[in-house]
């Protein structure tokens, strides 16, 4: 046990649980929410306060829920963006990528080596009868 003769007095966390903390002029201040002024949003819609959570979400206890606080009058939260910063970057590196490997591929339309020996496609059956090697010119 960390404080066995309990929290000192001038310790945050008891201040805190026995809601005699000053916050005045403080940022904390202004993060406190009245529960008299304070509704949730789920999916971008307001719940209503006199509901329960079960009403709206099932009976499932492994689900998991993402349910945001706000003020009342001030209007759905933002939603977050699919991807963070760095992963639209990557994603959009790997797009330009894509696009200048297919440039590439369409300004390389060289089929010369259609005339090469190894893209003959009677290679197999010539050599397994033996007449690769044979000229017919003299």
């Not at 009245?34 to 789920?42: A, I, N, R, S, Y």
């Not at 991807?83 to 300004?107: G, P, V």
Request: negative net charge.
């Amino acid at each position: 046990m960390v404080y066995p003769m309990g929290l000192p007095p001038y310790d945050p966390v008891r201040m805190d649980l026995e809601n005699c903390e000053d916050l005045e002029g403080t940022q904390e201040a202004k993060e406190i929410l009245e529960p008299q002024t304070t509704v949730l949003w789920f999916t971008t819609h307001q719940m209503k306060n006199e509901k329960l959570l079960k009403d709206y979400f099932g009976v499932n206890e492994k689900s998991r829920v993402v349910v945001k606080v706000g003020r009342v009058g001030g209007g759905a939260p933002v939603r977050e963006p699919r991807f963070s910063e760095e992963e639209r970057k990557q994603i959009m590196l790997a797009e330009h990528r894509k696009r200048e490997e297919l440039k590439k591929l369409i300004k390389d339309d060289d089929d010369s080596y259609m005339d090469r020996e190894w893209m003959n496609p009677n290679q197999l059956s010539n050599r397994l009868q033996g007449v690769s090697s044979v000229r017919w010119r003299p």
